[in-house]
């Protein structure tokens, strides 16, 4: 292995400059040539390429965001968009590419082993929904982004009688309200993994209300209602006023906490090391403190189940 | 001058803690009792009050919000609920009131002075619309959460190809929006003081975009419009994806910024040292880095100028 | 068991606040009394006790420290101190003992056990020296706060020519330096568990610097050696100036991370859950995920293995 | 005026970036061209010089230190390194020059001035010892760095009974001492402008220590003692342990805070249209919220005055 290639797909996320230092330096003391290109796929198909030494990393691990950019590509969902770019990587003499991001992204990249080119993938998704790891990376730094802002709300709502609805992001998950719940001491998370009746809610509220406690904290998931919605149904229920913040990509941004640098590193050196030992096709993943491969079939045929030691933690610690 | 009281009124910010705990300690230090009520003017007409020593606020300085509280009182908005006020001032001997608010809750103090009862209001406003003092209390901290926000927010910009609307607070003042516009690099601030073309702000959007400045932040002010509907014009216009962010209460709370506990710690002394010194009815404001009394009508009939070096600057700077 | 106490001993470390908050919400579920000592095993032992209720706990969850207090107790770490403490604890009815705290408290726990009172020790220690759990409390925020301030020092460094020695804390282990030099892409780690040679990190040092990258991080351990003798040494060698920075005690303390808050409340469940299920002598620890019941006497005897793969991670990304 | 310079001299400080951004965007706004040289008066001797265009100063406002790199420089102390450094700059053809440091910085600007070359100064310095300026840049940074450890610390020295010795910066100047104590509710604040007697602090300590008040933090300006000096005689007196940090270089960098960011794009699009409006040898500098325009000689003539107020507020909130 001569050369190899780096992209980042999908949504960005925190710890991903982190990573791509990382393999980087890896392949570089392996005296192996990298580069990367721009904008994920759709910049791979056109051969948009930046060569990547030891300077053009320096300096970038502390940077939220992906410095290589990222984008979508319809035309890469397509079996032609897919040889297009793998003929590119043979153009460019590529040897190998590794591939950071979501699902999707994920997916793209067992197209292109499908097609007999070597790739190794790396969870990098806020959303904690990738199956064969533990964590994803950028989820830890989103959730503290989360939780410094519910700290900010929490000292309002106890300085007046009132409740938030605080939305989260997560698509199809409620990993991070249900985290962000616990760890802000909310006293409800919203999910969409379980199922909830509004109205019992804010009969508990009422009478929390009643009681004195008179303010509360709601995280709910995106996608699950409409922040705006939920604030309804409480104003009406207690009478009292109810906010909305919507935290939107304020949480996927910012320095990567240390969890996520260390978990970039670590998975930027094992994705390269995994390329030159011949073990393609696989994404690498955290598990119990050890950077392992899974196959990328495996990882795109499984489900992250669902979060219910979470959950339940976050019902008995809050309401 | 033997006891005074000490409330919080209108919206909470950061610092009005600080400007407690300053308050309490230079009356201890001349040999004044001190009482807080809670929650404002509704808990003044009741009386419900906590004896305020050394140690009660001891350890209140770094947090955010006022664990005095505050809350709405449409009864003492009349002239019978002010007089109750007044009767229950006597009622628990006190000499003088020290008030802690916004506009609305100067107003109230104001109802008190000319009720013949001693008071000196203190400017604590995250929205800085309070004329004759250059900061209100808590606006510093606003900035601040609300740029850590938009730095974050500005990773995942330049990873993508995409606009950002931010809706940032300040009722009908554009001065949190105008200068989170200069301090966060923002395009464009939109506030309730300039008018502005959206149809021509889309059009220089649409031509960055194609002169390969595929990312843009506008910082929004509430009141002028809906962050959604701005970003569905945008969107329509440029092609892209715009997203929305409602920073909402997030940008109320949080540890107060040196700033904002200096400040607090300044006008929390010398609120009490005026009313001591007979120096009643007016407000304590920052003035050239003095602080300054100037007479409670004045402030309510008085007017903010509206921020124009701050626009223009944001102008220079952003698009 | 009706009625159980809990105390948090050692140096305090954020996310102790959060795990007994989290044991005793647990326990008032299971309509089982609990009561804090203040102090540590000083407290217990003197019986200075605060009765701890849902609303004692409320609002605790992101404040550093440890509001129950921490001490020394020489006469603790005799039998008699230790047989007067589970007299004490008998005195006030207490069915079993929640005691937070590293490697010296967690003999104190064993010696209760040994003693026929029922315990669980909780790893709390931001050194991360404690064996059979993957990460003790503390260590993440501890570690996120030593990455915030390199990152502030690494501006300065590259905007000068000169190298910084930053010394961190950690006492026997070079966890915290290790993970740290990882994390913020410093040069060199000196840590406890692996030899250097000053000289020839001198001779590195001086050759980067003649071939222009003119500034560099050194990650000091405590323990391995006097910040300001290294700094010497150095300095001596590539004439540049060097500057210490001790970060010293602002390691321990601030908001916990969502990581610590998290680990916090599951422990702190899961200690109740113990003791209640007669599972004692135990500790609560994480492990691959899980939390599990390792027998105080194996945690005491043990020892944390050399973190062998972060020094070499440290060194293939540092110079 | 059609092309002007650009250097960043002495410490570095937070805020520059922000300010060189800002002068780059209005020179060219009024087309004038600008470059900037590396590492202050050396790199400006030697003509290294970086073009500054919109592309090359965007992005930077966030990120602490100077992109411009600064260094020491013995031979433009001279008269000669002097003359070497002018004709270096109409060697390149530039018209004038916008110089960011402290008083060394500004002496050297003076000196380029009284060899008739348009200059204008711009005070940055952490130690806010500039006078004719109410606050320098990046003070306002460091000291929320400092709020920020102390905080951190406070959670420690409140769960413990032990007195925290913390080192800030400062030079000659008490500022940062004095404001961080009253930001932080620190007990004494040690600084050069007012002499204090250790034996009576000690007494006031122990005294304070067997009234149950068992922890306390000085802040000790840097050049008044050593911190460890400092800690070892209140340790005699008091007989608990007494811990030191010593914050360094952590106290400079970081990204702005929204106050360094504000007053550095004033000063920095102020500092451009001073020399294009021939307004020579003077600096910019904050003044009553306007930016004015005092010449140089007078500015290095002058001194800050003694922080009175910081102290005396130190005082009253302390002890």
């Known amino acids: 292995m001569?050369?190899?290639?780096?992209?980042?797909?999908?949504?960005?996320?925190?710890?991903?400059?982190?990573?791509?230092?990382?393999?980087?330096?890896?392949?570089?003391?392996?005296?192996?040539?990298?580069?990367?290109?721009?904008?994920?796929?759709?910049?791979?198909?056109?051969?948009?390429?930046i060569p990547l030494d030891s300077k053009a990393v320096s300096g970038i691990m502390h940077r939220g965001g992906t410095f290589l950019q990222t984008a979508r590509s319809p035309e890469f969902r397509t079996l032609e968009g897919q040889k297009k770019a793998v003929e590119m990587l043979k153009e460019k003499d590529i040897d190998g590419l590794v591939i950071l991001g979501g699902d999707g992204s994920l997916s793209g990249a067992l197209a292109l082993h499908q097609l007999g080119?070597?790739?190794?993938?790396?969870?990098?998704?806020?959303?904690?929904?990738?199956?064969?790891?533990?964590?994803?990376?950028?989820?830890?730094?989103?959730?503290?982004?989360?939780?410094?802002?519910?700290?900010?709300?929490?000292?309002?709502a106890s300085s007046h009688a009132r409740a938030f609805v605080i939305e989260v992001m997560g698509r199809n998950s409620g990993y991070l309200a249900s985290v962000a719940a616990i760890a802000s001491g909310a006293e409800y998370a919203l999910v969409p993994e379980r199922e909830f009746d509004l109205s019992e809610i804010c009969q508990q509220l009422r009478q929390r209300f009643e009681e004195g406690r008179d303010n509360a904290i709601i995280i709910l998931a995106e996608g699950v209602a409409k922040g705006e919605d939920i604030a309804n149904s409480i104003k009406d229920a207690i009478g009292f006023e109810t906010r909305v913040t919507v935290l939107g990509h304020y949480q996927r941004g910012g320095a990567p906490t240390v969890f996520d640098r260390l978990l970039a590193s670590r998975l930027g050196k094992s994705s390269v090391e995994?390329?030159?030992?011949?073990?393609?096709?696989?994404?690498?993943g955290l598990s119990c403190n050890n950077i392992i491969a899974t196959p990328l079939d495996e990882v795109i045929r499984g489900a992250k189940r669902p979060q219910d030691e979470m959950l339940r933690l976050a019902e008995v610690l809050g309401i």
Chains 1, 2, 3, 4 share one sequence.
């Open 2 to 49: 001569k050369k190899i290639g780096l992209i980042t797909s999908g949504g960005d996320c925190s710890g991903m400059n982190a990573c791509i230092r990382s393999a980087v330096r890896t392949a570089l003391r392996m005296k192996i040539e990298v580069v990367g290109f721009r904008k994920g796929y759709l910049g791979l198909m056109k051969g948009d390429e």
């Open 274 to 284: 995994m390329l030159v030992a011949g073990n393609h096709g696989v994404m690498a």
């Open 117 to 156: 080119f070597p790739v190794v993938g790396i969870p990098a998704s806020i959303d904690n929904d990738i199956p064969f790891t533990d964590m994803a990376l950028g989820v830890d730094t989103a959730l503290n982004n989360i939780i410094y802002a519910v700290d900010c709300i929490k000292d309002t």
